[in-house]
């Protein structure tokens, strides 16, 4: 079977550091991809992870290990409009991604 | 830039009906995806095709069907509809190159209602 797991919720204020963690059991993995989706929208790409490490994309950061089948996204500088929900989703062996539960982020001012 | 295009964006069905829903993936991309996600539930993968061929099936309920066409667009077809197959539908689509880098592109997604 597959599944991931995902805080359900994070509380945070402007400015601050935030990190979402994701563990993950799949059949098969290729690499771990994060997603933003505010409320009624569609889910938007944020970073992918498919070697161990972290990765850097301005004020988002995401790292992963295999080993630990664990993966965590860092939000920097948090601002209001970081409010959203957060996906982690694998990349497994057939032609899909499998999403976690999502965690929802509120920024408080 | 273009992106996936979904149509109808809104659709009211009764029960026991039949919908359709439409995606046009971004040019150039070869795989089209379809996601279903339930008020306040993560997407869940339905079905996707690469290059017009099904590639992967998920959670995908025998009254549903889908196929990709020569133009590369994809319908979702749904048949004896069901309350409980209210949600959001979305579309993404993505190059090979893309996937390696785990990246999908999502539609705006369609919200079917059945009442």
């Known amino acids: 079977g597959q599944s991931l797991e995902q805080p359900s919720e994070v509380t945070a204020v402007e400015g601050a550091i935030v990190q979402i963690n994701c563990t993950y059991q799949t059949s098969g993995f290729y690499g771990l991809s994060w997603y933003q989706q505010h409320d009624g929208g569609a889910p938007t790409f944020l970073s992918y992870n498919g070697l161990d490490g972290l990765e850097e994309t301005g004020r988002f950061s995401s790292f992963l290990s295999r080993s630990d089948s664990y993966g965590y996204l860092l939000l920097q500088e948090l601002q209001m409009k970081d409010s959203a929900s957060y996906f982690c989703a694998v990349r497994n062996y057939g032609q899909n991604f499998v999403f976690g539960p999502g965690t929802r982020l509120s920024v408080l001012p | 830039a273009a992106g996936v295009i979904q149509s109808p964006r809104h659709l009211i069905k009764e029960k026991r009906e039949t919908a359709t829903l439409k995606c046009y993936p971004i040019p150039r991309h070869d795989t089209v995806y379809w996601y279903q996600q339930g008020p306040g539930q993560d997407p869940q993968f339905l079905i996707s095709f690469y290059e017009k061929m099904q590639s992967d099936k998920g959670s995908i309920p025998d009254r549903f069907s889908a196929q990709q066409f020569s133009d590369y667009h994809s319908e979702l077809n749904m048949s004896s509809l069901e309350l409980g197959d209210s949600a959001l539908y979305f579309c993404?689509?993505?190059?090979?190159?893309?996937?390696?880098?785990?990246?999908?592109?999502f539609g705006e997604g369609s919200r079917l209602t059945v009442l």
């Open positions: 993404a689509s993505s190059m090979t190159d893309n996937r390696d880098t785990g990246e999908l592109f």
